[in-house]
């Protein structure tokens, strides 16, 4: 699976698990808080006929009420049911595309400290094996 057919498909999967923004890569000057937005790095995990990436989201808010943010961040990671459908997490899950196959694992998160006093950050970061 080439990386633009990787950052759709994860894109779309987290406007579903998600409730705020999501953008890639860059931030429009008419954000919206809250919101996440997510990058891709390649990984140096060198796995025969495999493509490893590093998935990371940044989520921020612009108080110092961080509440929105976390549960953004729990439901990217464990999922959430809306309307009787459950939509699966990124934590230990699998996507089978017809571009090919990845499984996605939780690798770091955590608060991220700014000097901005207004502004809360949380971090989330995602190792995905792709076929």
Request: one cysteine or more; glycine letters at 4%; proline letters at 3%.
């Amino acid at each position: 699976m080439e990386i633009d057919k990787l950052e759709y498909y994860i894109g779309e999967r987290l406007k579903t698990l998600t409730d705020i923004q999501v953008y890639n890569k860059k931030v429009p000057d008419n954000k919206t808080f809250p919101y996440l937005v997510y990058k891709f790095y390649a990984c140096n995990y060198a796995v025969r006929h495999r493509k490893d990436w590093i998935l990371e989201i940044d989520y921020w808010q612009d108080s110092n009420d961080d509440t929105d943010i976390l549960e953004a961040a729990i439901t990217v990671k464990n999922g959430r049911t809306v309307d009787e459908v459950d939509y699966v997490g990124l934590n230990n899950s699998t996507q089978n595309e017809t571009e090919g196959f990845y499984q996605c694992t939780a690798e770091f998160e955590g608060s991220i400290p700014d000097t901005e006093p207004n502004i809360s950050r949380y971090n989330q970061r995602f190792i995905l094996k792709v076929d």
